[in-house]
């Protein structure tokens, strides 16, 4: 959530396909901080 709110609450963007685009980028970089974040994880053999 703390990432939406840097990305700011609203859209800038007036135009519908513009707005879709801005949310397309929106999720895209908050997607790219979550794998981020998820650990690796590797089977001990």
């Known amino acids: 959530m703390h990432c939406v709110l840097l990305l700011g609450q609203s859209l800038m963007a007036r135009?519908?396909?513009?707005?879709?685009?801005?949310?397309q980028v929106r999720a895209a970089v908050q997607n790219g901080y979550?794998?981020?974040?998820?650990?690796?994880?590797e089977p001990i053999v």
Do not use: I, W, Y
């Open 15 to 23: 135009d519908f396909h513009r707005q879709v685009a801005e949310l």
């Open 34 to 41: 979550t794998t981020l974040g998820m650990p690796v994880t």
